[in-house]
C-alpha cells in the first residue's frame, strides 16, 4: 500500500512538474512576441522619423533651391 501511495505521489509531482515548465515555456513564447512586437514597433517609429527627416530635407532643398 505505501508503496503504491508513494509511486501515486511521484506521478503526481511529475505531472505537475510537466505543467509547471510548460506553463513556463507559454510564458516566456509570450513574453517573447511581445518584446518582438514591441521592438518591431519601435523600428517602425524610428524608420518613420528617418523618412520624416529625410522628406523634410528634400523639400527644404527644393524650397531653398526655387528660392535661390
Same mark, same amino acid.
Given at each position: ?8 505521489? $511521484? /506521478? $503526481?509531482? $511529475? ?14 513564447? /509570450?513574453?517573447?512576441?511581445?518584446v =518582438? ?5 519601435? =523600428?517602425?517609429?524610428v ?5 520624416? =527627416?529625410?522628406?523634410?530635407?528634400? /523639400?527644404? =532643398? ?7
Amino acid at each position: 500500500m505505501v508503496g503504491v501511495m508513494v509511486l501515486e505521489l $511521484v /506521478v $503526481v509531482l $511529475v505531472l505537475v512538474m510537466f505543467v509547471v515548465i510548460l506553463v513556463m515555456l507559454v510564458v516566456a513564447l /509570450v513574453v517573447m512576441v511581445l518584446v =518582438m512586437v514591441v521592438v518591431m514597433m519601435g =523600428m517602425m517609429t524610428v524608420v518613420v522619423k528617418v523618412v520624416g =527627416m529625410v522628406v523634410v530635407m528634400m /523639400v527644404v =532643398m527644393v524650397v531653398v533651391e526655387a528660392v535661390w
